[in-house]
């Protein structure tokens, strides 16, 4: 344990979250402990259960396990319509990993952010039952049924603080690792059904240029919501990191083998990778020589 308190901190980005894996495995094989940990969405699931003592192998066991059918489960529709999937098989995996344990009682701080819907709030949960607080934050708007917490209906941190450094901070941290998965835009390769030039589609003109090779198409509607979030959370999170700078930013490189939720892809490996690149600048900033 260093004089210096540590705190982990990592992101929202879906599949994109068996990197964090990764990196926990290499900060732990080089004697880098967390004093604290703080997560969002994704972030705070791995963060939880890292705090509560679940080995990395049995995360990466389960993660690398994943298939089509594990996720349809997750998803089935439900009634009312507040989100597509009621979460309940989300909220059963999470009873089988933690229990009753509660946040106070871990040997680990930990926060789990979540997003207020009413005041558009990120709201931190630093106490209570960690299924609760795990469960909330992973509540992707549309996606899942918002969570009722203490009075708050709460939905996925990643809309407000995808990359919690000010919570690690706020938990006691001196030095902040932060873990960024999320989706660049750039990144996603938009497609659709091809338009042809000079065509008026659902009301929208599409202006013939004299370009007979420009690309012109319109992608389907889940594209183009999915690509909305990406953006919309990739500038918070870049926002935030000007106003809270962790002291290591830590940022895999997915392009070799992109991770998705039924197969991890070279989501771990790139974790992995990644944290080795750092290992030196944490060193650094935690006074080691």
Known sequence: MSERKVGIVLSSGGARGTAHVGVLKVLEENGIEAD??????????????????????????????????????????????????????????????????????????YAAVATDLESGRPFPIRSGPIVQAVRA????????????????????????????????????????????????????????????????ILGIVNGGGSDETERRFYPSVFSVLFQMSTIFQKRVANLLLEVNPPDVLIRPDFSADPPCYSDTGGGIEAGEEAARRALPAIRRAMGQT
């Open 137 to 200: 934050s992973l509540s992707v708007p549309g996606l899942f049924v918002p969570v009722w917490l203490d009075g708050h209906l709460l939905i996925d941190g990643g809309v407000t603080d995808p990359l919690p450094v000010d919570v690690a901070r706020s938990l006691g941290a001196d030095v902040v690792i932060a873990v960024d998965v999320l989706v660049d835009p750039a990144e996603v390769k938009l497609s659709g059904i091809p338009a042809p030039s000079s065509a008026k």
């Open 36 to 109: 604290v940990i703080a997560g969002s969405s994704i972030g705070a699931e791995i963060g939880a259960a890292y705090a509560a003592g679940v080995g990395l192998d049995e995360m990466e066991s389960y993660w690398r396990s994943t298939s089509w059918k594990r996720v349809a489960k997750t998803l089935f529709p439900t009634f009312p319509w507040a989100g597509w999937s009621s979460g309940r098989e989300v909220t059963r995996f999470l009873k089988d990993l933690f229990g009753e344990q509660r946040i106070e009682d871990l040997p680990i701080p």
